[in-house]
């Protein structure tokens, strides 16, 4: 089988990475411990031979089954496939920005106003407003004050949830005047025939300073929805998909759900049954790809089959 794989996120490693990447895990069968991070790189290795092809920043939009008996899915770059089987393995959703709540500021989104950052060139010799106290708010920060005109930080409080270097290094920035630290929030903004040119930031006593911004680049975090994958006609109980556990089948035949989006009866949330619950789906899954073809259950031990797949040697004994 060849397999497509779509993320919402532009890299690897889903909710593992996104919430939780530097945490260890202890729960992995004969790995101690390892990071998400770890884990995730780890994985991509193993899958390498598989030769699967990665599809990352695009979200699958559209799911529908056709009278011919394909999957149809379409995704938000209007990439479309026509598959025998599909796998939801969407965790808690897809990851969606936390948005600046400030009316009318949402008409600059992707034009001076950012929540992921696509093109840094765009940034040099700019006035640049960077809003968040975490890694990717720091680090752009960090990025951009060599390449813009001005770098200006924003923040709520004076606490920071980056890694300490990055914070020590932005305070250092800030102490030789080559960026700025403005604690508080942005509550408006100045606008000059239908351009963004200032943001107001008003502070904890109550005082709103106006901040010269070409660009605004906000880092609030990111929060998952379920998202599209409510209108595709699955069975969905407190916004999981029902499963069977057999096959890890929905209701859908040849759509398989995997992992925290999944529910049945028993469901435990943890990153070994979703080993458990990909093995049986890709087994059921077989029988859509290869319909006349009889799948027997090989192991990686023996199979040379597998181990042609693989790149090894066929073990010898005597």
């Given amino acids: 089988m060849k397999a497509h794989v779509l993320d919402s996120l532009n890299h690897p490693g889903g909710q593992c990475v996104e919430l939780y990447p530097d945490k260890p895990i202890y729960d992995i069968p004969a ?5 998400a991070k770890e884990l995730t790189e780890n994985l991509l290795k193993q899958i390498e031979p598989f030769k699967p092809t ?4 695009e979200e699958a939009q559209v799911l529908k089954k056709l009278d011919d008996g394909r999957l149809y899915v379409k ?9 025998k089987a599909v796998f939801i393995a969407a965790g808690v959703g897809s990851f969606q920005s936390r948005t600046l709540k400030v009316p009318h500021i949402e008409q600059f989104e992707g034009k001076q106003l950012h929540y992921r950052v696509k093109n840094p060139e765009i940034f040099e010799g700019k006035n640049i407003v960077i809003c968040g106290g975490g890694d ?3 680090d ?19 606490g920071f949830r980056a890694a300490p270097a990055s914070v020590s290094k932005m ?3 800030c102490d030789n005047w080559e960026m700025q630290f403005e604690v508080g929030q942005v509550t408006g903004f100045t606008e000059e025939n239908g351009q963004m040119t200032e943001v107001k930031v008003t502070g ?3 005082v709103t300073r106006r901040i010269p911004a070409e660009h605004l680049l906000v880092f609030f975090g990111l929060q998952p929805k379920l998202g ?14 029902v499963v069977d556990t057999a096959r890890f089948e929905t209701n859908i035949p040849g759509v398989f759900a995997v992992g925290d989006i999944n529910i049945y009866p028993g469901k435990k949330k943890l990153i070994l049954s979703g080993f458990h619950e990909c093995a049986l789906a890709a087994f059921a899954a077989s029988e859509y790809v290869y319909p006349e073809k009889r799948v027997l259950l090989q192991y990686t031990t023996t199979s040379p089959k597998l181990h042609k797949v693989l790149g090894v040697e066929t073990p010898h004994f005597d």
Wanted: net charge neutral.
């Fill in 136 to 138: 990717s708010a720091l």
């Fill in 54 to 57: 990665f599809h990352y920043g």
């Fill in 228 to 241: 599209p994958i409510a209108d595709w006609g699955l069975t969905l109980e407190r916004k999981q998909i």
């Fill in 31 to 35: 790995v101690p411990v390892c990071t």
């Fill in 171 to 173: 305070k250092e920035l």
């Fill in 204 to 206: 904890a006593d109550g």
């Fill in 75 to 83: 995704t938000s770059k209007g990439t479309e496939f026509l598959a």
């Fill in 140 to 158: 752009w920060c960090l990025n951009l004050v060599s390449k813009a005109e001005s770098v200006v930080l924003v923040h709520r409080r004076e």
